[in-house]
Nanobody, 123 residues
Framework: QLQLVESGGGLVQPGGSLRLSCAAS????????IGWFRQAPGKEREGVSYITSSGRAMDYADSVKGRFTISRDNAKNTVYLQMNSLKPEDTAVYYCAASTVIATMSRKSYDYWGQGTQVTVSS
């Protein structure tokens, strides 16, 4: 089965940047739509961004639009989430997920999930 591993999380000051990576194994990531989600303590998991398998379409939650950028490097079997101008409210566990059917901001569209990586934005 497809396996996804997130990395790149950590502690960063407000206004700082992080780049998250979502690496796939066993299957090539080019065949999958990839979404990024996050979950803060006491809150539901919410969609952050997605990119289609072709890379021709992508979307962002209003809360991150203009600050985050999703991209994919199929040669490295990896999807990235570049996060700039980070705010304390961005603090959450970030997950990547894969879909073979449709790319949406809903977690129900995705079949495979990584284990998550912690992002903490604090001074």
């Amino acid at each position: 089965q497809l396996q996804l591993v997130e990395s790149g999380g950590g502690l960063v000051q407000p206004g700082g940047s992080l780049r998250l990576s979502c690496a796939a194994s066993r299957f090539t990531i080019k065949n999958y739509h990839i979404g990024w989600f996050r979950q803060a303590p006491g809150k539901e998991r919410e969609g952050v961004s997605y990119i289609t398998s072709s890379g021709r379409a992508m979307d962002y939650a209003d809360s991150v639009k203009g600050r985050f950028t999703i991209s994919r490097d199929n040669a490295k079997n990896t999807v990235y989430l570049q996060m700039n101008s980070l705010k304390p409210e961005d603090t959450a566990v970030y997950y990547c997920a894969a879909s073979t059917v449709i790319a949406t901001m809903s977690r129900k569209s995705y079949d495979y999930w990584g284990q998550g990586t912690q992002v903490t934005v604090s001074s």
